[in-house]
């Protein structure tokens, strides 16, 4: 079983390290944003990987903050791809956030 755990171990950090390289050498802004998405992404199975291999379910309340954090920031891109202003952008990703937490603790509630 150790081995399935240094396995998981490597292959994320082979995507945080592939993830910084995209977010250090990104062309765009839009690159690194969604660079920085995917390293929160990576960080929350990372996390959920340690809680399954340390029996230890209180570090799973820090994913429930990572999803929302991912939420609103997924939302806050939209708009600022179209460059809609920061009262746009900030509405939005409360919107999404508020909108994706809701469900996702839908589907945890009667999952």
């Known amino acids: 079983m150790n081995t399935v755990w240094i396995i998981s171990a ?5 995507a945080a390290v592939a993830t910084m390289f995209r977010m250090l050498l990104g062309p765009t802004t839009l690159d690194r944003l969604v660079a920085l998405d995917t390293l929160v ?11 399954a291999f340390s029996l230890d379910t209180t570090v799973t309340y820090s994913l429930t903050a990572l999803a ?12 600022l791809q179209y460059d809609y202003g920061i009262w746009a952008t900030a509405l ?3 919107i999404t956030a508020v909108g994706g937490g809701v469900i996702r603790e839908q589907q945890t509630v009667s999952g």
């Open 92 to 94: 939005l990703g409360v």
């Open 10 to 14: 490597v292959m994320l950090a082979a």
């Open 41 to 51: 992404a990576v960080t929350m199975c990372v996390i959920g990987t340690w809680a």
């Open 68 to 79: 929302l954090i991912t939420f609103a920031v997924a939302g806050s891109l939209r708009t």
